[in-house]
């Protein structure tokens, strides 16, 4: 009962922390200007683990590689603890590097996830209020994923299908990820 509730909180722990470094990097990736709001508060967050990183791994013009390995080390982090939660044994040495390559599957379904509920949420404001505050940095955020789709599906008047075509291509290259990241685990 206890390992299950410590593996909930750790699930979620790591899962909202994972998704923070991913915005951060996502952010830097499409320039968002780093002065939003919301943008500070995931620097805040995160900064204790980038700037740590950053010192070793330098970031390039497109790619913050630092951020980008610090939520790899992130998810092995959190496939080492779920791990030992669970078996209530450490890995073996040969076992480590099926993990190393699992944390990169679990950083890739986070990415997933962030796509998919970020898409909800700037759908759902949509309809109930276009004005939010978030809706310009949710934009951004989901423009450069929308836009392609948006392109090559038909005009329907006025709906957007856009969004939930992404959602559903998201959802299927996460069940691609799954079987692929436990694929890996059986070898």
Same mark, same amino acid.
């Given at each position: 009962?206890?390992?299950?509730?410590?593996?909930?909180?750790?699930?979620?722990?790591?899962?909202v922390?994972g998704?923070a470094?991913?915005?951060?990097?996502?952010?830097?990736?499409?320039r968002?200007?780093?002065?939003?709001?919301?943008?500070?508060?995931?620097?805040?967050?995160?900064d204790?683990?980038?700037?740590?990183?950053?010192?070793?791994?330098?970031?390039?013009?497109?790619?913050?590689?630092?951020?980008?390995?610090?939520a790899?080390?992130?998810?092995?982090?959190?496939?080492?603890?779920?791990?030992?939660?669970?078996?209530?044994?450490?890995?073996?040495?040969?076992?480590?590097?099926?993990?190393?390559?699992?944390?990169?599957?679990?950083?890739?379904?986070?990415?997933?996830?962030l796509?998919?509920?970020?898409?909800?949420?700037q759908?759902?404001?949509?309809?109930?209020?276009?004005? #939010?505050?978030?809706m310009?940095l949710? *934009?951004?955020?989901? #423009?450069?994923?929308? *836009? %392609?789709?948006k392109?090559?599906?038909?005009?329907?008047?006025?709906?957007?299908?856009? %969004?939930?075509?992404?959602?559903?291509?998201?959802?299927?290259v996460?069940?691609?990820?799954?079987?692929?990241?436990?694929? *890996?685990?059986?070898?």
């Amino acid at each position: 009962m206890i390992s299950n509730v410590l593996s909930f909180v750790l699930d979620i722990v790591s899962s909202v922390f994972g998704a923070a470094l991913l915005l951060r990097a996502w952010a830097y990736s499409i320039r968002m200007h780093p002065f939003n709001p919301y943008l500070q508060a995931i620097f805040r967050v995160t900064d204790w683990l980038v700037h740590g990183v950053r010192k070793v791994v330098p970031t390039t013009n497109k790619v913050d590689w630092a951020t980008l390995l610090s939520a790899w080390l992130t998810a092995f982090i959190y496939v080492l603890l779920t791990g030992l939660l669970l078996t209530a044994a450490l890995p073996t040495i040969d076992q480590i590097p099926a993990l190393l390559i699992f944390s990169v599957f679990t950083v890739l379904i986070w990415a997933c996830n962030l796509v998919i509920w970020g898409t909800i949420i700037q759908a759902v404001l949509s309809w109930v209020n276009p004005m #939010a505050p978030v809706m310009p940095l949710l *934009n951004q955020l989901t #423009a450069p994923l929308l *836009n %392609p789709i948006k392109r090559i599906l038909p005009n329907f008047g006025g709906l957007d299908f856009s %969004p939930l075509v992404l959602i559903i291509v998201a959802q299927i290259v996460m069940m691609i990820l799954r079987q692929m990241a436990f694929n *890996n685990l059986a070898l």
